[in-house]
């Protein structure tokens, strides 16, 4: 009873409920709300407090890997850039140390992740300033149209409206307009514009639709307005119980962290990043690494992990 009541009081100190608290494990991540053969939405709730401009005033940015066909989101908090994979909800998030956005810009192209926009790789979004569970954040929405919209340029390039007959999902005029007209516009004979007709009169082209061109930069300019807490880090809570791997490891890496703590607080979490470090060797080490982890904790799912990476490589060989 007296331990509730303490942890009652801390929160209360702090200026944040339980349910704020609990919370925390909930955002910064990405769901998956619907998908099927025509589009998918994906759609995550990410913490605003501490975003600072990452160019030309915007607190965020799309980038997309084509190989990995994966669009993604990038925020600046403080020192470090986290890019979110939107497509691929359970990939890591990346998080790199610089203030350059010419440094990140070049780490990402790297890797294969380039700036773009939904709408360019056949996708809409939808942003809005949101508090979640008391909790303010960056409400971001995207809906993957990309396979729908192969299937309807493919009917407009070949002039063949049977290809999209049997679709019922509405594709957005943004994704598909341009490339209508172009086709239109070279169109010959009769049967071709009887078909590109057809085709249209699926679209609704012909009719208004509404247009949300510039959602996004209204958003980017509420966001700029709101003054970043520059003097403030995410709770040592937050590092406890919520915080990833590569955020843990970049905290404890922080010169200031060990005198920002107690001993007791410091102590923890180095502990939950020894047990997050194995867990990140059990799933992405080497063999060398899992072998030498193995010989101090004589965990069996390490011995199975070796064993079957031993296994793949007899294979390959």
């Given at each position: 009873?007296k ?9 209360l100190?702090?200026?944040?409920s ?29 913490t ?27 925020l ?22 610089t ?15 380039r700036p ?16 979640y ?5 960056l ?8 396979r ?14 049977s ?10 005029h ?13 169109a010959q ?26 959602q996004e ?6 966001l ?49 990043y ?9 799933k992405?080490?080497s ?7 193995y010989?101090?904790?004589k965990?069996?799912r ?16």
């Open positions: 009873m331990k509730a009541l303490l942890l009652s009081l801390l929160l100190l702090n200026g944040c339980l349910e704020s608290l609990l919370a925390l494990g909930e955002v910064d991540k990405v769901e998956v709300v619907k998908k099927n053969s025509s589009v998918s939405h994906y759609r995550a709730y990410f605003r407090t501490q975003l600072t401009p990452i160019r030309k005033n915007k607190k965020y940015l799309y980038f997309y890997n084509k190989k990995k066909k994966d669009l993604a989101i990038l600046h908090r403080y020192d470090r850039y986290y890019l979110y994979s939107l497509y691929h909800p359970k990939q890591e998030t990346k998080v790199i140390n203030s350059s956005y010419r440094h990140i810009k070049k780490a990402l192209r790297k890797q294969g992740y773009s926009s939904p709408v360019f790789v056949g996708a809409t979004s939808k942003v809005a300033l949101r508090r569970k008391g909790i303010r954040t409400l971001v929405e995207v809906y993957d149209y990309s729908l919209q192969a299937k309807y340029r493919q009917a407009i390039k070949t002039y063949d409206a290809k999209i007959k049997n679709l019922k999902t509405k594709l957005p943004v994704l598909i307009s341009t490339y209508f007209k172009k086709y239109e516009k070279k004979g009769e049967e071709q514009k009887k078909q590109l007709q057809i085709i249209s009169e699926k679209l609704h082209l012909n009719t208004n639709e509404t247009k949300e061109v510039t930069a209204e958003v980017q300019k509420a700029l307005k709101e003054v970043p807490e520059t003097k403030r880090s995410p709770s040592f809570n937050y590092y406890a119980n919520a915080a990833s791997y590569q955020e843990l490891d970049a905290y404890l890496a922080n010169k200031e962290t060990k005198d920002a703590l107690s001993f007791n607080q410091y102590t923890q979490l180095r502990a939950r020894t047990q997050l470090n194995e867990e990140n060797i059990l992405n080490g063999l060398e690494e899992l072998i030498a982890l010989k101090t904790n965990d069996p390490y011995k199975n992990r070796i064993l079957l990476l031993m296994k793949d490589v007899q294979l390959k060989n």
